[in-house]
């Protein structure tokens, strides 16, 4: 076995990756819509104006202290440190914020445009985006029919997930209609 599979890599029989809009089109229950839910943060990362100059300020005066340091004649380590220092406040109060402050109003401004991975293995189907994951037992699923244009597929609590045939590639439709045909039996 290669040294970078991991043990689930392994169980992992197919993946198809698919547009929300897409899996989601005849789904009547909403439950698919909270894959596209970014998940509240743990804490509010939001600073008021005050607390953000004085942090950043703090970074700029250890950068700033260090690179002096580090071009005058001073200890470089007591320079690399205040370097290091001046860097991780600056990242942790102002860069990382605003990185995650972006990341959410992408997604509340485009849901429909996230991108889903749809995951058939040997003990569940599992719905991945980059926000949220659903996984659904195959007990769960209750009926699946290959259209003209895609497969449809119902599950127990009401989920209708629909995949187009533009998400298969190659023998990838194949794989899944002998799995499918596996579970059933």
Not at 17 to 44: C, Y
Not at 137 to 158: A, C, R
Request: with cysteine.
């Amino acid at each position: 076995m290669p040294e970078n599979e991991t043990a689930e890599s392994v169980d992992e029989i197919l993946t198809l990756k698919v547009p929300h809009s897409d899996i989601s089109r005849f789904d009547k229950s909403g439950l698919l819509k909270e894959l596209t839910k970014a998940q509240e943060p743990a804490k509010d990362t939001a600073l008021n104006p005050v607390k953000r100059f004085v942090a950043s300020t703090i970074g700029i005066f250890f950068i700033m202290v260090g690179l002096i340091g580090l071009f005058g004649n001073d200890q470089l380590l007591i320079s690399v440190l205040c370097i290091f220092f001046g860097i991780l406040v600056t990242f942790t109060f102002i860069a990382k914020p605003e990185m995650q402050k972006k990341r959410e109003s992408a997604a509340k401004k485009n849901p429909g445009g996230t991108e889903v991975s749809m995951i058939f293995n040997k003990h569940n189907i599992v719905m991945r985006s980059p926000y949220n994951e659903l996984k659904k037992d195959w007990s769960e699923l209750i009926q699946h029919k290959k259209t003209k244009k895609g497969m449809h597929f119902n599950f127990s609590d009401g989920i209708e997930a629909w995949l187009p045939l533009t998400s298969f590639y190659g023998d990838e439709l194949k794989t899944l209609t002998s799995l499918l045909q596996d579970k059933k039996n």
